[in-house]
């Protein structure tokens, strides 16, 4: 039952991680530290970001809120998109530090219009945190906070990810082979 599905190679075990979702959390705090805030507003999309959120805010030991954002993205050309709020933010960050966490990030687009979007909300200070940086020549913005910098052009699966829904739940970070 705990068998690798065939389809499926692990690239990052869930040991390793476990290690840098600590070094991630550790650089964090040192930054909280260093500019010190009342509170800190986490928001997070639905679904991917929640495995890596929930691991990484048990590793912060401050004031914080977490609220959630669904949206979908929209390709209207080559190298831009839209992206359309399905579910949007309920707490307020007017005023707040806004860290959003995703376990992804591959051009920045998505980071870009939302950050406009949270300043648009009145956000005093927007930070971007992810686990997996995955660069392409189009990469627009760079996360303040990231983990592993992926080079792999496969599909990749686990912590969150999926592949028509599927394979969220695993501990680990896999390349898809279809």
Do not use: C, H
């Amino acid at each position: 039952m705990n068998s690798l599905p065939d389809n499926l190679k692990v690239i990052i075990p869930e040991e390793e991680l476990k290690s840098k979702v600590d070094e991630i959390a550790s650089k964090l705090m040192e930054y909280f530290r260093e500019y010190p805030i009342d509170d800190l507003s986490i928001v997070v999309p639905l679904k991917t970001g929640i495995p890596f959120a929930v691991d990484l805010t048990l590793r912060m030991p401050m004031k914080l809120s977490i609220d959630y954002v669904q949206f979908s993205k929209i390709p209207y050309s080559e190298e831009e998109r839209e992206i359309v709020i399905k579910r949007d933010i309920s707490l307020p960050i007017k005023g707040k530090v806004v860290l959003y966490i995703d376990v992804l990030v591959r051009t920045g687009r998505a980071l870009e219009l939302l950050g406009d979007y949270f300043k648009l909300r009145g956000a005093r200070k927007i930070l971007f945190a992810t686990l997996l940086w995955k660069p392409t020549p189009k990469t627009r913005l760079i996360p303040d906070f990231w983990g592993f910098k992926i080079e792999s052009e496969k599909y990749l699966v686990g912590y969150g990810l999926d592949w028509n829904e599927l394979y969220r739940n695993l501990p680990y970070i896999a390349e898809l082979k279809r």
